[in-house]
């Protein structure tokens, strides 16, 4: 979700995901103010989130609070709680993303 990509709606995303083969590992991922919703979008669809100050330095819309990446994660792994799922591991993620033991 940024301006010059997929926005970060449920009509985008699904549109998107419909298309991706299911042996697919994909990501969202949103920039600045569509971090947040981004991730939401992705973790609601099955998919991952992509979590970093790269992408956004503010855990609010209103740009009050300043994030660090651990807060980034922090919020993450709630909206995975809420979603009934779990993170990776890191053994998960080699094997699974990278392909690697």
Do not use: C, K
Not at 60 to 72: I, K, P, V, Y
């Amino acid at each position: 979700g940024n301006i010059a990509g997929l926005q970060p709606t449920p009509a985008e995303f699904g549109l998107a995901i419909d298309r991706v083969s299911e042996e697919i590992t994909w990501s969202g991922a949103g920039i600045g103010d569509y971090q947040s919703t981004a991730q939401q979008l992705a973790i609601a669809s099955g998919g991952g989130v992509r979590v970093g100050l790269e992408d956004g330095i503010y855990l609010d819309r209103a740009r009050m609070t300043l994030a660090s990446n651990s807060s980034l994660v922090e919020r993450v792994h709630r909206m995975l709680d809420l979603s009934e799922r779990r993170a990776m591991t890191p053994a998960e993620y080699r094997t699974t993303v990278l392909g690697r033991a």
